[in-house]
């Protein structure tokens, strides 16, 4: 056994989140890809059938009230909102984060123009993932802004008194770079904007502190880190203080203040709902519910202690194993910069990584050249980091 495959096991026996890895799903694969969909959780298959089979095949409309279906998308998050550091009320789930995005953007400029109709001007990160690039533009469009695409480094520069939103990505998801989300949150407030994060890349991760830094609006998925399921519903964090001016650029009957009301005016409810549109997508809202099971007792300092050993334990393990100058990491190795996953640079990403799955180890590619390992805590163990390393130096070699 080689020195890192020994430590590796080490490693593991002394892991305080090992018992965790039982309650998923999975099986010898090396599974680096819980950055696209996390592993499916032991708990899911069943209560989704109960949901299924009882709730709707028995009680049918009952469970609207029975089952509290009504109540599923601010319950649900409740419970996602301790992972982002936010106190209860402030979070709701439901549709996409690309329609998260839209209205927390909207939502910001119209925020900005209430103290200042002027402000005329969107900053988005320009290396984000690309629906929030696209949904930005649009956004800017229907609000008669100009779009300012920006590095997230480079955005206190562009900051002035025309600035009414910034959206900007906590990781990103092709580097893995982590930004200084207090900084920034910082810069924003002091150029009399305001700050929406996406948390897609980060929640479930590491922490986030969306209250302790005063993020304005934030929204998230919640199939990665978070395990839902395959498109399972997002969910947009409003602050308190925000809440009562949230004017939301998707007014549907849900965030009503009266929905049974049937009324033609449109009045917003209060609190969290008024982040809601439509009818909630219950199926895949319950199966993330139950999916939430596996963060009970378990605390966001020892995901983000346990990501930072793995990920430096995989670069350990690549400096080790593969031929220098092979592959050049886009991931910074300093830690409050790094997310919780490791991107290699690498000619022939899209093959090799077609060659990795087929021995076991589960990365992605993301066009034109880089190799995406992501690193879940809660299942992955220092043993699959080492033998990825392995099977990545065989196949470049
Ligand atoms: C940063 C970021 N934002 C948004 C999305 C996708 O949004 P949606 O859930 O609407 O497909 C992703 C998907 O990987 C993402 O990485």
């Given amino acids: 056994m080689s020195e890192l495959a020994a430590r590796a096991e080490k490693l593991d026996a002394t892991d305080e989140l090992g018992g965790?890895?039982?309650?998923?799903?999975?099986?010898?694969?090396?599974?680096?890809?819980?950055?696209?969909?996390?592993?499916?959780?032991?708990?899911?298959?069943?209560?989704?059938?109960?949901?299924?089979?009882?709730?709707?095949?028995?009680l049918r409309i009952r469970s609207w009230e029975e089952s509290d279906w009504w109540t599923a998308p601010e319950r649900i998050g409740d419970r996602i909102a301790p992972l982002v550091g936010a106190a209860p009320g402030q979070v709701v789930v439901g549709d996409s984060t690309s329609v998260n995005v839209f209205k927390?953007?909207?939502?910001?400029?119209?925020?900005?123009?209430?103290?200042?109709?002027?402000?005329?001007?969107i900053v988005v990160d320009a290396t984000t993932f690309p629906t929030d690039g696209y949904i930005a533009e649009s956004a800017a469009r229907l609000t008669g802004c100009t779009l300012r695409p920006v590095a997230p480094a480079d955005v206190p520069a562009v900051l002035?008194?025309?600035?009414?939103?910034?959206?900007?990505?906590?990781?990103?998801?092709?580097?893995?770079r982590l930004h200084d989300l207090p900084g920034l949150t910082a810069a924003v407030h002091a150029a009399g904007a305001y700050a929406v994060w996406d948390l897609c890349h980060s929640a479930g991760a590491l922490p986030v502190g969306l209250d302790e830094h005063g993020v304005d609006l934030a929204v998230g998925c919640t199939y990665k880190y978070l395990n839902g399921g395959p498109g399972s519903p997002a969910y947009l964090y409003v602050r308190r203080e925000l809440q009562d001016r949230f004017d939301s650029p998707l007014p549907g009957w849900n965030s009503h203040a009266e929905p049974f009301g049937m009324r033609t005016d449109y009045e917003p409810a209060?609190?969290?709902?008024?982040?809601?549109?439509?009818?909630?997508?219950?199926?895949?809202?319950?199966?993330?519910?139950?999916?939430?099971?596996?963060w009970d007792g378990v605390s966001v300092e020892a995901v983000r202690a346990k990501s930072l050993a793995l990920t430096d334990f995989f670069l350990e393990c690549v400096a080790e194993y593969v031929p220098a100058g092979r592959v050049a990491c886009l991931t910074p190795v300093a830690h409050e910069e790094r997310g919780s996953q490791i991107a290699l640079r690498c000619d022939d990403a899209g093959d090799v990584m077609k060659r990795l799955i087929e021995q076991g180890?589960?990365?992605?590619?993301?066009?034109?050249?880089?190799?995406?390992?992501?690193?879940?805590?809660?299942?992955?163990?220092?043993a699959d980091v080492e033998r990825a390393a392995r099977v990545l130096a065989r196949t470049l070699a």
Wanted: hydrophobic share 45%; proline share 6%.
């Fill in 361 to 382: 180890v589960v990365g992605d590619f993301r066009a034109p050249d880089v190799l995406r390992f992501g690193f879940t805590p809660l299942y992955v163990g220092f």
């Fill in 104 to 121: 927390a953007l909207v939502g910001a400029v119209r925020l900005a123009r209430l103290t200042d109709p002027a402000r005329d001007e």
């Fill in 160 to 176: 002035g008194d025309r600035t009414a939103a910034v959206l900007l990505n906590h990781v990103d998801y092709r580097t893995g």
């Fill in 270 to 294: 209060s609190g969290a709902p008024r982040g809601r549109v439509g009818t909630p997508d219950i199926l895949s809202m319950l199966a993330l519910e139950a999916a939430l099971d596996v």
């Fill in 20 to 58: 965790k890895r039982g309650e998923f799903v999975l099986d010898d694969v090396v599974y680096l890809d819980g950055n696209s969909l996390g592993a499916l959780p032991a708990v899911v298959p069943g209560r989704v059938e109960d949901v299924v089979r009882r709730q709707w095949g028995e």
